[in-house]
């Protein structure tokens, strides 16, 4: 079936980086995503890497895949404040449209 | 480019009172997907609608049902409303290939 773990809290300084981490199940997934999530707010596409990837780099984030493990992770460098937030990691269910989510790291930031 | 707006962005309505919510896509966007956020279930995916028809759906019972236009825009509809449907309802567009998923602010609905 499909489903995405994440851990659900993640504390650290600012100026430290950070690393999210999140499985999935479904090996077919040609997409994976991060999303942060403001409160208040809908959620930002951070970025995503084809399943075909093993690392996708975009200033501050850097997105690593393990295939083999269906293992994604996130690495924010140089945390600010600003980054406190949730984030979401996600799958796109093959040939739909459909987006199966994680249930959210938490990203406290302290100063 | 504006980018995708949903409407309204709050609602307070009583059990069993019917609701609907608008979704305007970003230009040129022809999917349009709705997802409930809730503390305990999280982000779950409602249904998927490319030009005007409905490709996909989740788990929602039939009291849950969408729409979309020529235009791209879409509406949601929840009949016969339960305390349980209090949520924030996400709508996300994206073009044809469906794998850059961009999303609105939300509308807040709560079931008094």
């Known amino acids: 079936g499909e489903d995405v773990e994440q851990s659900l809290f993640l504390s650290v300084r600012e100026g430290d980086s950070s690393v999210i981490n999140c499985t999935y199940t479904d090996s077919s997934s040609t997409y994976l995503y991060w999303y942060k999530q403001e409160p208040g707010a809908g959620l930002q596409l951070l970025t995503y890497?084809?399943?075909?990837?093993d690392m996708k780099q975009d200033q501050r984030l850097t997105v690593l895949l393990n295939k083999k493990d269906k293992h994604l992770s996130l690495r924010i460098a140089d945390t600010q404040t600003g980054d406190s937030a949730i984030y979401f990691c996600?799958?796109?269910?093959?040939?739909?449209?459909?987006?199966?989510f994680g249930q959210g790291t938490t990203l406290q930031v302290k100063p | 480019k504006a980018g995708v707006t949903q409407t309204p962005r709050y609602l307070i309505k009583t059990r069993g009172q019917q609701v609907t919510l608008s979704c305007s896509p970003i230009s040129g966007h022809r999917s349009v997907s709705w997802y409930q956020q809730t503390p305990g279930q999280g982000l779950q995916f409602l249904f998927e609608?490319?030009?005007?028809?409905?490709?996909n759906k989740g788990n929602f019972p039939g009291r849950f049902s969408g729409r979309q236009f020529s235009n791209s825009r879409s509406e949601m509809n929840v009949s016969t409303l339960e305390l349980g449907d209090s949520a924030l309802y996400l709508c996300?567009?994206?073009?044809?290939?469906?794998?850059?998923?961009?999303f609105g602010p939300g509308t807040r609905l709560t079931v008094t």
């Open positions: 996300a567009s994206s073009a044809t290939e469906n794998y850059e998923q961009y």
């Open positions: 890497i084809f399943s075909n990837m």
């Open positions: 609608y490319f030009s005007e028809t409905q490709r």
């Open positions: 996600a799958e796109i269910v093959s040939n739909t449209g459909k987006l199966i």
